[in-house]
């Protein structure tokens, strides 16, 4: 590079490597995070559990996390899931009657009663109700074998492979089981759905059945007992222990965690969290585009480059970022202003994490050449090139 232009085809380097500005920042900053309040890793009551950082796909920390175990009522997060993907949530239904009555929690559903899907949500995912359960699997598939099948289908796409469904409430079943570490992106696929979000957030709803109003409560204690907790939810059979998958964001990090089979599994989430938090941060990515390229053939020598908006991303801290800056070694013109020519490719390890498109910040036009002259020119520019390689 001489004076911000490229002069290379494609260039791979870490950032801290090209600019040593870079590489105080980079390596001081996380090597700082990573020494200052690092905790050791919990001893925790339940059996398996995993604890899973959604947008980069991080494993933070794991005890037995692949063992398929009953999940009880968090099955629930499935069948709220499939729900929103597959109702319309203002939509008023009729409550089928082989939907009622049903063992366990219930909000009291009876056959018949109308009441909208998104009532229904609430009544599941706060009352963890299991009529509800059955009621919204019955509006999708015309059993409660048949919506089971549907689970299972779901579950492969979402990649959780340890799972078996079999009832749509959590309600023991042979063969009903997941993993923790397929709980825990299950959680994620239900916090990108915004009305499952917010419902699995709420401590309370009011709800309306057959022109009756009811209010149910969230039976996530981790709502008020940890800050930034932000769902999702809680099981609980004889045969399965108790269960959670929770969700706690903090300085713009997202964790997950699932657990199975615990005892104390309230104080389970509250230390992996206090843990991992003081594993990962966010960061800007750095932005390392080159300010302009070289231009043959145009009415200027070099074109401007502007990076599409940098994001940020979550990384383990002590990570270097390693920045592939792609570019031609050189552009013919013309070149119109906010054309692609090139991309910046960001990662960690053998993770991706982003690739930035850079553009032209400008228009070049085409100088005027006798044909002749271009054709010289860029037969001369190719075999120099192929020299090169």
Not at 25 to 46: D, E
Request: glycine letters at 8%.
């Amino acid at each position: 590079m001489r004076n911000g232009v490229i002069g290379l085809r494609k260039t791979r380097w870490a950032a801290a490597l090209v600019c040593p500005a870079l590489l105080l920042f980079y390596v001081g900053a996380y090597t700082s995070n990573a020494t200052a309040s690092v905790r050791a890793a919990p001893s925790i009551s339940s059996l398996s559990a995993v604890v899973y950082e959604p947008q980069s796909g991080l494993v933070l920390y794991e005890k037995d996390a692949r063992t398929a175990r009953p999940m009880a009522s968090t099955t629930k997060l499935m069948t709220a899931l499939l729900a929103v993907e597959n109702l319309v949530p203002n939509s008023t239904v009729t409550v089928p009657s082989a939907a009622v009555p049903v063992e366990g929690t219930q909000i009291g559903l009876k056959a018949g009663d109308s009441i909208t899907v998104r009532d229904l949500l609430a009544g599941l995912l706060l009352e963890s109700g299991n009529d509800t359960a059955n009621a919204l699997a019955l509006l999708m598939d015309d059993s409660l074998p048949s919506f089971a099948r549907r689970m299972n289908r779901r579950a492969l796409e979402l990649g959780m492979t340890d799972s078996v469904f079999v009832t749509p409430s959590g309600l023991d079943k042979d063969g009903h089981s997941a993993s923790a570490r397929d709980m825990a992106l299950l959680g994620a696929a239900v916090l990108r759905q915004p009305l499952l979000a917010e419902l699995c957030a709420s401590q309370t709803a009011t709800i309306s059945v057959s022109g009756s109003q009811l209010t149910v409560h969230n039976h996530n204690k981790l709502l008020r007992l940890y800050d930034g907790t932000i769902g999702l939810k809680t099981g609980f059979t004889k045969k399965s222990g108790r269960c959670l998958v929770s969700a706690v964001e903090r300085d713009g990090v997202t964790l997950i965690v699932a657990t199975l089979n615990g005892g104390d599994y309230w104080n389970d989430h509250i230390a992996l969290y206090d843990y991992a938090f003081t594993l990962v941060h966010r960061e800007r990515l750095p932005d390392v585009a080159p300010s302009a390229c070289a231009v043959m053939g145009g009415e200027a020598s070099t074109v401007a480059i502007k990076a599409d908006e940098i994001p940020s991303c979550v990384l383990k801290n002590g990570e270097t970022v390693t920045a592939a800056v792609e570019l031609p070694r050189r552009l013919w013109a013309p070149i119109r202003v906010g054309q692609e020519i090139g991309r910046v490719r960001y990662t960690a390890g053998d993770r991706e994490l982003a690739v930035v498109s850079l553009r032209a910040a400008e228009t070049v036009g085409e100088r005027a050449l006798p044909p002749w002259h271009v054709l010289l020119w860029r037969s001369f520019c190719t075999l120099g090139d192929t020299l090169l390689q």
